[in-house]
């Protein structure tokens, strides 16, 4: 199915600006509030929920955003379906966020969660002049972790909450996680739909930056190339000589 991507005539500043200024502040109050004797184990993400938070006062007006419900939903699932989870599962069934038996992977998560926080920072920080929740572009960022990922953050989510999920493993948080995978994928698409439409320029640099990490090329495209740069040289040799 496709989607209408509108393009915005006059930049300016709206009230989901503000709305999502208060929202996001507004969680980051709660989560302090429910964090409580864990508070410092909570600062990660209390200071990522404060940069959500700012960066949508400081963002500029989107020039082009994808239109239709199916993009605005998949957008708002991905971000709200793991922490909505989390809320829940902790005040109805604690059971479900039990710590795994497993040293192993008690380990594991908490190192694939720590990875994941500065990635998730510093991919907000670099954005927070672009940041949005629904699919819309606002400016060609490709700097900081954009070097190496498209998708930066999504990466940083996936390490958290593959973490969170290795650390208190069962099956009703895998399904969560497996469905949370499944939205960010689809939200991808969007995002680099109307990404393209904005800036043409993001082909290339789709090309040659992979989705959630640097882009790895197979020894076969690289053998390829060898020739073609060796008969090039070779070409331009013989056309030097006398």
Known sequence: MEHTVRLS?????????WAGFVFFLCFTVFLVIRAQGIALLMLPTVAHELLTAASFLLRSAPRARLGGVAPRLTAYAATFIVPAFILVASAYAPNWLHLSQSRALLSIGLFLWLLGIPLVLLGVWQLRRSFSIE????????????????????????????????????????????????????????????????????????????????????????????????????????????
């Open 9 to 17: 005539a006059k930049p300016r500043r709206n009230w989901s600006d």
């Open 135 to 242: 699919p819309q572009a606002r400016q060609f960022v490709t700097g900081g972790p954009y070097l190496l990922a498209r998708h930066p953050i999504y990466t940083g989510y996936l390490l958290q909450y593959l973490g969170i999920l290795l650390a208190h493993f069962n099956p009703i948080f895998a399904a969560v996680f497996v469905t949370w995978l499944m939205l960010a994928l689809v939200r991808t698409r969007y995002e680099e739909t109307v990404l393209i439409a904005a800036f043409p320029e993001y082909a290339m640099y789709k090309k040659r930056v992979g989705m959630f990490g640097p882009q790895l090329r197979t020894r076969a495209a690289i053998t390829r190339s060898v020739p073609i740069r060796s008969c090039a040289r070779q070409a331009s040799t013989e056309e030097t000589q006398p």
